[in-house]
Structures are given as C-alpha cells and as structure tokens.
C-alpha cells in the first residue's frame, strides 16, 4: 500500500519541533492542554502563528485547512472582519472594568433568545460554569449527589472527573490522581444511553440525587448521539424525583444547531433542562462561558440568592463583544453551509475508508461529526474506546501531511465553519484516499505482528 508521504506540506516542521523543545523547558508537556501536545498521534504539535478563513498558517508556514476550528468557537472562520472590528473598538474603550457593562446585558439578552434559559450568569470558562451549575443544583436541591455519564466530559471539575465504580449504581472513584476520593464519593458515573442504569441509580438514590449532567450529545468521546428520546426520559426522571436536569452545551451550544442540540432534540420533543452550560461560540474564540436555566433556579446565586459564584473576568467586555457580533452573524444561512458542506466531507470520509477497508463509523450531532475506526454505531464509551488509535495516528499525519490539520486524537469532534469553501473542502477530500490508505497500511502492520507473536 502506498505510505503517507508528503504530497504537499512537509511532514517535517523544524520551527514547530524547535518552539515544543522550549515550551517543554518550561511548560509541563510544553501545552497548556493535554491533547495539543500530539501524545494520542505521535509527533510534535505545531505551532500556529495566525489564521484567516478556514486556514491556519504553522510557524514554518505551512498552510493548513483546519477542522478542530478552536475545538469549536470559530462557527464563522478565523478573523471574521466583523468580529475583528467589533473587538478592536471595544479593545479600544479599555479590557476590563470590573463592573457591569453593556455587552454583557446584550448578550445574555441574545442567549436567553435562543436557548432554553430564562437567566444567564457569565464565567471564564466551560469548566468553571459546570462547576457552578452543579454547585447552584445542590445549593436548591439541598442534597449532594451528582449523576453523569462515562466518556462525558465536563471541564477538569474535581467531582466531574470520576470514573465508573464496581456497579451500576455505586459511588465513582477519582478519575486522575490529585482528585481526593472525597470529591468523587458523591458523583455517580453511569453507561451513556443506558436507561436501565439511570432508573437503578435513581431508584437507589433518587431522594439523594441533586442533578444529572449530561452533555447534551457527547462529543468528548467523539461524537456519541443520545438514542432518541433519552435526553427527554433524563429529563423526566429527574423531575419525578425531584433532582436537576443539567444539560452541557459548552460544545453543541449554538454549533450543533442555532440553538444548540437542545434546538434538535428538546425543542421536538417537547423537554427543557432545568440548567444549561455554555461555552465556545457564545465566546466568539475568547475565555468565556456561561449557565442559565429557570429563573427560580439562578435566583438562588448570590446577590439575590445564598449560593455564591463570583469571577473577576466574567462577562469581561471584549469577550462578550466577541460572543455577540458572532450569535448575531450565526444566521441560518450560516447553519445551513456547515451543514452542507459537512454532507460532503463526511460522504468523502466514508468512501475513501470503504475504498481501503477500513471499518468506519462516521456519527453527527447536528453540524458536528467525528469518524470512528471501529463498526459503528457507537452509543457509549466502551464502544468508543474500541476505535483503532493506532490507524487513527496514521490518517491524521497523512492529513497533516497533505495540507489538513485534523483534531490530534481519536477521540474528538471535527469541526467546519462557515469560511470552508471549495477551496478548502477540496483539500480535505484530495488528502482523504491517501490517508484512508495510510490507515489501512497501519492496520496491516498491526495484524502482522500480532499474527508473529502468536506465532
């Protein structure tokens, strides 16, 4: 089978190799993220110097087309002119006061007209508002316990990194080392999409449970859509038991749709969750997040409630000047692109890995979609762990290789904006055969040495 040699861009990139060697002298791992450093795909990360568009330029200046788009928050492309504007005058009247702005009220104003909130409250990060919202669960509720999922992230949240304990319905375990037990003995991980395992947990602990949280459609394990109904049944449950339905849209939250995977999901089936996290878009590529919900639920946060939540920067004034010229550019024909112009990139994945072999499953949250190596369909994250890492490794360097900077693990969503246009959808689909072959090269190489151990 043909290797993943260059085609177009250099697989090597001396100033990127020369910039990790010096963040890695001080900087743990040389990132500030753990999936930047390229530890999941082997290699050294590059390093971005600018972007425009759906391009991203690397320190030796290579142009790529770039679909993890910041994991998200550019819907519009990279240095939207608009936005650019917007921000360089608010940059212009000062970075931070302090005190409340206008921006801030706009925004929230915006949010609450799209998505199923009644009030807003401003964080400086996705993990700080999920840590927030379960703290306001518990502050209503007057009880402790959190329900959430396998393969569910929620932002580096003590309690929310848990993993499964022995059985369905007991307490978590810390999920990394620095997380006491204590912070996880309250948090109870269940099987995404397993409604079994929810009505146990809650028949054992319903009177103990404070909230639920569940991303509104995974995308943390590569993209994991809730089976239908679901989403509605969480809901349900926690209202018969008197808990908190928490739903994370920090990833799907005006991406997945206009109004986020609540605008596919709840809003056809008739469900609201009783608190919301958001994050990404609504931040327009700066640190900014948020949680909303019932207005009887945010009016327990201090000052018109007990519950204190507080941040310097929150509803900082660039950054929600960010956030609302990009809700206000997101109009329906921006969905519409992404939607179309992800048909054709996902039709152009599976037939270049059909064409090669390679078992597949590409999944879709709305605008959003990812490509397991493994038979689909993946409904939690047992099935998700079975994807091919290793095949995974070799199609992103062949991308890479050929021009297109791919999410640089297995396990995440691929994202487009509404700068991909033909130029950079025919890159993708021009670099995926190669890959696909590199895959299935990689795949061979394995099976032959598993065959000569056994041997």
């Not at 928490?246 to 596919?264: H, K, L, N, P």
Request: aromatic share 8%.
């Amino acid at each position: 089978m043909p290797s993943a040699t260059p085609s177009s861009t250099p697989s090597a990139a001396p100033a990127s190799e020369a910039l990790f060697e010096r963040a890695r002298a001080v900087t743990p791992g040389g990132v500030n993220s753990p999936v930047r450093a390229f530890a999941a795909v082997g290699g050294s990360p590059r390093f971005i110097t600018s972007a425009q568009g759906a391009w991203l330029t690397d320190a030796d200046g290579n142009e790529m087309v770039d679909l993890i788009c910041s994991w998200g928050p550019m819907l519009l492309g990279h240095a939207h002119p608009e936005v650019q504007a917007a921000v360089q005058a608010a940059v212009a009247r000062g970075t931070s006061y302090g005190a409340p702005t206008v921006p801030e009220v706009e925004l929230a104003e915006e949010i609450v007209s799209r998505a199923p909130v009644e009030k807003v409250r401003f964080t400086s990060s996705g993990t700080e508002a999920s840590m927030s919202a379960i703290r306001l669960a518990r502050g209503f509720t007057g009880r402790d316990v959190v329900v959430k999922f396998a393969g569910c992230y929620h932002g580096h949240v003590d309690a929310l990194l848990a993993s499964a304990g022995s059985g369905l319905a007991t307490f978590a375990v810390p999920g990394t080392p620095g997380v006491p037990t204590s912070a996880t003995e309250l948090t109870l991980v269940l099987p995404y999409n397993d409604r079994a395992a929810v009505t146990a947990a809650f028949a054992e602990h319903g009177d103990r449970i404070a909230c639920l949280v569940t991303e509104a459609s995974p995308g943390n394990m590569g993209v994991v859509p809730p089976e239908p109904g679901f989403n509605e049944f969480l809901s349900r449950t926690c209202a018969e038991h008197g808990a908190l339905f928490v739903s994370d849209e920090v990833m799907t939250g005006f991406r997945a749709s206009r109004q986020g995977y609540w605008g596919i999901d709840g809003a056809v089936e008739g469900w609201t969750p009783d608190l919301v996290v958001m994050g990404k878009v609504m931040g327009g590529g700066f640190p900014a997040a948020a949680f909303g919900g019932r207005a009887d639920v945010m009016s327990r946060l201090a000052p018109e409630g007990p519950v204190y939540q507080a941040g310097t920067l929150s509803g900082n004034p660039v950054a929600t000047t960010a956030g609302l010229t990009t809700l206000r550019l997101a109009t329906d024909e921006v969905y519409d692109h992404l939607t179309k112009a992800g048909e054709v990139v996902k039709a152009g994945v599976t037939e270049a890995l059909d064409a090669a072999g390679v078992a597949h499953a590409v999944q879709s949250a709305g605008t959003m979609f990812s490509v397991f190596l493994t038979e689909g369909p993946v409904r939690d994250f047992t099935e998700a762990s079975r994807t091919d890492a290793a095949a995974y490794g070799a199609f992103f360097h062949a991308m890479l290789d050929r021009g297109v900077y791919l999410p640089p693990s297995a396990y995440e969503a691929w994202f487009l904006s509404a700068a991909h246009d033909d130029r950079a959808i025919s890159t993708i689909l021009a670099a995926l055969p190669d890959a696909a072959r590199a895959a299935a090269a990689a795949q061979d190489t394995a099976a032959a040495a598993a065959a000569g151990g056994r041997a």
